[in-house]
């Protein structure tokens, strides 16, 4: 233990009279560990971001379309309320339903005919979509029950047919029928259009849409599972519920947002690997830089050497010395960079969306400060050994 502890006293030492070479040797370890702990925090919470938005579409969602469907479809081959209601009375799992039914139509502003994206929907669609009633209320059961000549409108819709009046009591007029509009919503989740919901959508109950269209079906049927992992059973018995109810030609393409939450993790993991690869090329060149400047250090105290090893320092103390001044070099350096890595999450954290949070992973801490350190010992290791078989004689004998 004494011979450790003077090893370490003289490495220290030695350091400090050379505090500026050791500082700016460290510096490679710095960015690349404080790159480690960032990496893996963004990555983190990109991920946990884009998993939020897609969840945040429709929790646990597994959505159904009839396949090519069109004109020359057979009429039960359709979608209907009927097959809503048997999948949520047979299927076990299914905690909510909902259906719809799309059609372009027109509202008239100030003489003009502006397009809107009609939208019949049943009772669930609120819960199973989450949708967010900015003024005004949902449709309730005697809504649909009654066909009561009622809507919904997105803020576009009320921006621009109502301008600065309120829009709940006011009317608009699609077609023959003129509406009472009874709330303004919007998505909770955008999606860009890239749902039945687009920015100038107007939401009816679906039992008024048979007025339109001359049927009373649906586009898409939506159904919630309880618990993520009852969605794939959830699937295939909605799947098989739909073929016992119609022929067997009848195709339907039963989905979840599964596939998408999938993919957006792979996306997460690929790009996180890419910008990991990043930060230890950072800490390679760091360690060749460690190696490079003790290579030279061993060369500049070759002298002091050959004193150590005539006075009786033994071979493995030498190569101690060495190795501890590239640990306590890659050590220091790690810890700082640890210390920046968390830092600038915390610092950022104020100016994100109060529902988003960065969390910093314990593994990406102990990683970085692991990896580190092997870097300055692994490329630490040819110098201190170069250092340890130098002969005291030649060493002395060195100006």
């Known amino acids: ?4 502890r003077e090893t370490f006293s003289v490495a220290i030492d030695a350091l400090r009279a050379n505090k500026v070479r050791a500082a700016l040797t460290s510096l490679g370890v710095i960015i690349g560990s404080a790159s480690i702990v960032l990496v893996v925090t963004i990555a983190l919470t990109s991920q946990k971001f884009v998993i939020g938005q897609i969840e945040g ?20 081959y359709e979608l209907t309320i009927a097959d809503m209601e048997a999948v949520k009375a047979t299927v076990p799992g299914v905690v909510e339903v909902a259906g719809t039914r799309e059609l372009p139509m027109s509202v008239v502003v100030a003489g003009r005919e502006r397009p809107v994206n009609l939208i019949g929907v ?12 900015m003024r005004g209320r949902y449709f309730d059961s005697s809504d649909m029950e009654n066909r009561s000549k009622v809507c919904l409108i997105t803020k576009q819709v009320a921006d621009r047919v109502f301008g600065f009046d309120n829009p709940i009591g006011g009317t608009i007029r699609m077609g023959e029928i003129t509406f009472t509009v009874i709330g303004v919503f919007r998505e909770r989740v955008p999606t860009f259009g890239l749902s039945e919901i687009k920015d100038e959508s107007v939401v009816i109950p679906i039992t008024l849409m048979k007025y339109y269209t001359g049927v009373d079906v649906l586009r898409v049927l939506y159904a919630q599972a309880d618990h993520p992992e009852d969605v794939p059973a959830v699937q295939s018995q909605i799947a098989r519920v739909l073929h016992s109810r119609h022929p067997a030609a009848a195709e339907y393409d039963v989905q979840s947002l599964a596939a998408i939450l999938s993919a957006a993790k792979n996306i997460s993991l690929a790009l996180t690997v890419v910008l990991l690869l990043t930060a230890l090329i950072a800490l390679l ?9 003790m290579l030279v250090t061993v060369k500049e105290r070759t ?3 050959g004193i150590r090893k005539a006075v009786g320092a033994a071979h493995r103390e030498i190569m101690y010395q060495f190795l501890f001044e590239a640990f306590l070099i890659s050590g220091g350096g790690a810890i700082i960079g640890i210390l920046i890595g968390l830092a600038i999450p915390a610092a950022v954290q104020p100016l994100l969306p109060g529902n988003l949070r960065v969390p910093v992973s314990t593994w990406s ?26 002969q005291p004689i ?3 004998r060195y100006e």
Not at 122 to 133: F, M, N, P, Q, S
């Open 1 to 4: 233990m004494t011979a450790i």
């Open 57 to 76: 579409i429709g929790s646990n969602l597994v959505y159904v379309e009839l396949i090519n469907a069109g004109r020359g479809q057979p009429l039960n």
């Open 122 to 133: 049943t009772d669930g669609y609120e819960a199973i979509r989450k949708l967010v009633i």
């Open 285 to 293: 060149i760091s360690g060749i830089g460690i190696m490079n400047i």
């Open 303 to 305: 002298r002091e050497i």
């Open 365 to 390: 801490v102990l990683a970085a400060f692991v990896v580190s350190c092997s870097t300055g010992l692994l490329f630490g290791y040819l110098p201190a050994n170069q250092a340890a078989r130098l």
């Open 394 to 396: 030649e060493s002395l």
